[in-house]
């Protein structure tokens, strides 16, 4: 059985040295929270000690991209500075056009991020058509493609924070 859309890791790498930030929104919390959760698990399973994992969170997946600067920032004046950073939002389309317009410029934002910050910023946004396609990505609804994101998000960004870190 072929299950697409699963990033094989080319390598293991050691996350044992790495600091990752997760900011993550709050709206349909129960998915969300399940996303952050396979991303904290597969960071552990790839060496990342748990206190080199920092958690913030912000009202929605608007304010995902400015929250993400200003927490790299404040991590940096903390003299404990990210190596990379996980946004994680969770967008459902209702009967209106806020889910385009919300998902087309948080992920431009988030992707612009990455220049202006210095770290690698990783695509943690699910953009939904319906809750049904947002709970099998977050690994809870056995129905199409079940498999946890957050599993995803977490590999790549140790990946990304060793392969292409300072
Ligand atoms: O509307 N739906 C959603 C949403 N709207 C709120 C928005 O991100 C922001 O917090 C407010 O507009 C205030 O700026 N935020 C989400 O993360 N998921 C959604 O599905």
Redesign the pocket.
């Known amino acids: 059985m072929v299950v697409k859309g699963l990033g094989q890791l080319d390598q293991d790498y050691n996350g044992s040295e790495i600091r990752v930030g997760i900011i993550h929104?709050r709206?349909?919390k129960m998915i969300i929270d399940a996303l952050v959760n396979g991303a904290v698990e597969r960071l552990k399973s790839m060496g990342v000690r748990e206190e080199n994992i920092v958690v913030e969170t912000v009202?929605?997946?608007?304010?995902l991209p400015w929250a993400a600067k200003r927490f790299i920032d404040a991590q940096k004046v903390a003299g404990e500075p990210l190596d990379v950073v996980i946004p994680i939002?969770?967008?459902?389309k209702?009967s209106t056009m806020?889910?385009e317009y919300?998902s087309e410029s948080t992920t431009h934002a988030l992707m612009n991020l990455q220049e202006k910050v210095g770290i690698p910023v990783i695509f943690g946004l699910l953009t939904c058509l319906t809750e049904e396609q947002a709970l099998a990505r977050a690994g809870l609804d056995a129905g199409e493609s079940m498999h946890n994101h957050g599993e995803d998000w977490g590999a790549a960004a140790v990946e990304m924070a060793v392969k292409f870190g300072p």
Do not use: K, M, Y
């Open positions: 929104a709206w349909n009202p929605g997946s608007f304010e939002g969770v967008l459902i209702g806020h889910f919300i």
